[in-house]
């Protein structure tokens, strides 16, 4: 699902941007998170059904959405805060400190090691680095590589280790809902994991 909404949102929801037929909005939970979670979303995520990290948002009254690319400056001191930490895969340890404030980049893959690199605040942050998850579920887009996740699985994995499983379920329950519905409206059928879990959930150490 990487279908662009129209801008005029002709037929589509005003705040999910998905199709009418499977909005989402009445079944969007609530999670009360203690960690604020930032997003840096790449411009070219802001109209994609796919974006996933548009219904972390939506969801976690402790999250905020920055802007990235199109030409226009972005402001570094907004992540240039105590106690923040950055969520990207670099296959380092669990963070020692528990963080205040999660930076989670949003957008492809390619996108997200460009954001990484080009980003100074964002390399002088302490690293959550998730592992793959045991049992993949289905996605709305195919990872590029095994330990990929879509931006709503990844910060539901990272909220499972660092504030517990339980916190973090009905976020990965709306990860499942969205690839249910979406497969639904193009007709396809494939099997879904049974209440899928994040892998590795343990506590910061």
């Known amino acids: 699902m990487r279908s662009t909404t129209p801008r005029d949102l002709s037929g589509h929801c005003t705040r999910c941007l998905l199709n009418q037929s499977i909005c989402v909005c009445a079944a969007l939970p609530t999670v009360m998170a203690r960690t604020e979670i930032v997003l840096i979303r790449h411009v070219a995520e802001r109209w994609l ?23 226009e400056p972005f402001n570094e001191s907004e ?25 989670v980049l949003d957008a492809s893959f390619r996108q997200a090691s460009r954001m990484y690199k080009r980003i100074d605040a964002l390399r002088a942050l302490p690293v959550l680095s998730l592992p793959a998850a045991r049992e993949p ?39 499942g809902e969205l690839v249910r519905r979406a497969d639904a409206l193009r007709g396809r059928n494939r099997a879904y994991p049974s209440g899928f879990k994040p892998s590795a959930a343990s506590s910061v150490r």
Do not use: C, D, K, W
Not at 60 to 67: K, T
Not at 137 to 145: F, G
């Open 79 to 103: 992540i240039e805060l105590a106690g923040s930490a950055v969520l990207f895969h670099t296959g380092t340890p669990a963070l020692s400190v528990m963080p205040r404030r999660l930076i």
């Open 49 to 71: 059904t796919s974006n996933s990290g548009r219904f972390a948002a939506l969801a976690l009254p402790n999250a905020r959405v920055l802007e990235y690319g199109g030409g």
């Open 137 to 175: 579920p289905a996605r709305l887009r195919a990872p590029p590589h095994a330990a990929g996740m879509s931006t709503l699985e990844a910060v539901a994995s990272a909220l499972a280790r660092l504030e517990g499983e339980e916190l973090a379920q009905p976020l990965f329950a709306l990860h």
